[in-house]
């Protein structure tokens, strides 16, 4: 789940979540599937829970382990290391996408935070005004013409997706140019450790998100399907002027609803 993580780890997309989770599905969650919404939904139902499963017994609790042991502030460097080490990719697909400003943005803020930041272990671009960049080739892809990204896709470990942006994910982790470096200085673990210490980050900083959602909802796959399909089209229409087409179906989260009578209207 540790793409999905990332989503919810943006602290802007907490009012959209705890909105989310009082709305109602048409469409019927769990008691039957569109396959136009979801060809896949039988497959990923079951890919949903194997991921849930292993959540709950190693990632949530390893999680939680880090929380505890490492006061905030070691924390939040650690993020900003691997959010430094991020920015060569988030560069590269800048200019892809023809986005020379968002470009610039980023090389100056890498620069900035390698430097005076330590490595990155401070996030001095931040406080400078240079702004955050975002930047993955699944947008790329999008940029260049390929708008459908596939039908709705839950990758093992990895979570929610399509074929388009899981695809993106691999182009991604073949053009980081740390893969390189760290073969060539015979550090090969370096990516997955990075990786391993990516998704503990953002597991710990989704965690209360996460639990609000599958306390609140009827049908958690549902509810976690349409609250991605929302972010990502939010980070689409990042990079684009024009504006994404409503969905063909309800992308509203099943809830649980209170049982007693409803207050009487006033005539």
Not at 188 to 197: D, I, L, Y
Request: net charge positive; aromatic share 8%.
């Amino acid at each position: 789940m540790a793409k999905f993580a990332q989503n919810l780890s943006d602290p802007r997309r907490d009012a959209c979540c705890r909105g989310l989770c009082h709305a109602t599905e048409r469409s019927g969650g769990a008691r039957g599937f569109d396959e136009a919404n979801d060809p896949l939904e039988p497959l990923n139902r079951h890919v949903f829970e194997f991921n849930r499963v292993l959540d709950g017994l190693l990632f949530k609790n390893v999680a939680e382990l880090y929380r505890t042991i490492l006061p905030e502030p070691v924390r939040d460097s650690i993020h900003n290391v691997i959010a430094n080490l991020n920015e060569p990719v988030v560069f590269a697909n800048n200019l892809l996408q023809a986005k020379l400003e968002r470009g610039g943005t980023t090389f100056a803020r890498f620069a900035v935070n390698s430097t005076v930041g330590l490595a990155g272990l401070f996030d001095v671009a931040t406080r400078m005004g240079l702004k955050e960049q975002i930047g993955d080739f699944g947008q790329t892809l999008y940029s260049w013409g390929i708008e459908d990204g596939g039908p709705y896709l839950v990758l093992p470990i990895l979570g929610p997706s399509n074929p388009r942006d899981g695809i993106g994910m691999g182009v991604d982790s073949y053009i980081d140019p740390w893969r390189y470096i760290a073969t060539d200085v015979g550090i090969s673990h370096f990516m997955w450790t990075r990786f391993v210490v990516d998704g503990i980050d953002k597991r710990v900083k989704a965690g209360p998100e996460l639990d609000e959602i599958e306390r609140n909802s009827v049908d958690y796959y549902a509810s976690l399907r349409s609250l991605f399909r929302q972010n990502r089209a939010k980070e689409i229409n990042n990079i684009t002027r024009k504006r994404l087409p409503p969905t063909k179906t309800s992308t509203a989260i099943p809830t649980r609803q209170n049982s007693g009578p409803k207050p009487a209207t006033k005539p």
